[in-house]
């Protein structure tokens, strides 16, 4: 008996990688990303310094001061602190929830004549510069929040407690801390509306069909498969919103009323870091320079702790 043998064809050879151009490609990436975290130290390095004749002036009063007295050289940064989260948080409870519904609704709901020209639209508003928006909220949207919700609103809860603290607005001109609020939401809601629709669109289409196949309603797929899918994606989205929110300087500056105080009605004029650095900064000598630079570092500060946060809620998501 004669036994068959049967040769396999032989496979491709691989080429071997070039010994010196794997280790420029090597050598090359790990500069590139060496540079974002010198780039970062000395960012912080320079705010630090720069801020220090301040700290070292006010101690930690300088964070819970709510003077800003230029002919005393007393300064404090309670109320841009206070200003800042409060418009990055309004903003985020108009902006988020406009965001998600826009993002389902084009991806779940709309017909295909619409969805196009909509998801055209909010990329175009994300590319509009932030100086227009607050061109806008000055000229058109201040008249028109001062005449219709201001006026109307202070006369409604004048006198009431609590409600009339909060919402009550001593000069109605429209300049405000809620204004400043609602155009940062304008601003944010393209970012996260257009990175959350994207991120709908890649999940399989299997698992929605499985879930309609099973009888869920569309609430119910949106619920329970496409919002823990793309969970990540939201929180990773809402996150380069507040983000936003936190630094915007122009828009703020154009429409908060830049008032260096804290009044407990957020219709009341205020101020955020980044518009009181813009305000100041270019006339700004010796201590008050110091103060404004420790306001930028004190803002580096709370945007690097609100990242520490988004990376906690992505990976409690992702263990999930």
């Known amino acids: 008996m004669t036994a068959v043998t049967q040769t396999m064809p032989a496979a491709p ?5 070039k010994g010196t151009f794997d280790l420029v490609f090597r050598n090359a990436s790990f500069l590139a990303a060496l540079f974002v975290l010198v780039l970062l130290a000395g960012i912080m390095l320079s705010m630090v310094i720069g801020g220090w004749p301040a700290f070292r002036e006010f ?15 007393q300064y404090g940064a309670w109320p841009a602190i206070v200003g800042t989260l409060s418009t990055a948080l309004i903003a985020l409870v108009i902006g988020v929830p406009l965001s998600l519904g826009i993002a389902v609704y084009l991806t779940q709901l709309a017909p295909p004549w619409f969805k196009q020209p909509v998801a055209t639209a ?49 000069s109605p001109s429209g300049l405000g801390i809620f204004t400043a609020g609602i155009i940062l939401a304008f601003m944010i809601i393209p970012f996260i509306a257009s990175i959350t629709r994207d991120m709908l669109e890649q999940i399989p289409s299997v698992l929605r069909e499985s879930a309609y196949g099973i009888g869920a309603t569309t609430w119910e797929v949106v619920r329970h ?14 996150m380069l919103g507040l983000g936003r929110a936190l630094g915007e300087t122009m828009a703020v500056t154009f429409v908060v009323g830049n008032a260096n105080r804290l009044s407990a009605s957020i219709l009341d004029p205020g101020s955020t870091i980044a518009s009181r650095i813009a305000n100041e900064f270019n006339e700004a000598l010796g201590l008050q320079l110091n103060a404004l630079i420790a306001l930028g570092c004190i803002l580096f500060f709370v945007t690097f702790v609100v990242l520490v946060i988004a990376r906690i809620l992505v990976s409690r998501v992702k263990s999930y």
């Open 225 to 238: 498969v496409l919002v823990p899918q793309a969970g990540v994606s939201i929180i990773g989205a809402v």
């Open 59 to 73: 101690g930690f009063g300088f964070i819970t001061s709510s003077v800003w007295d230029t002919q005393n050289d």
């Open 13 to 17: 050879l691989r080429k071997t990688p």
């Open 122 to 170: 909010i990329e175009l508003l994300a590319a509009v510069p932030s100086i227009i928006y607050g061109m806008w909220g000055l000229f058109v949207f201040v008249p028109l929040f001062a005449a219709y919700v201001q006026v109307p609103l202070s006369n409604i809860v004048e006198g009431l407690p609590l409600v009339g603290t909060v919402l009550y607005s001593r």
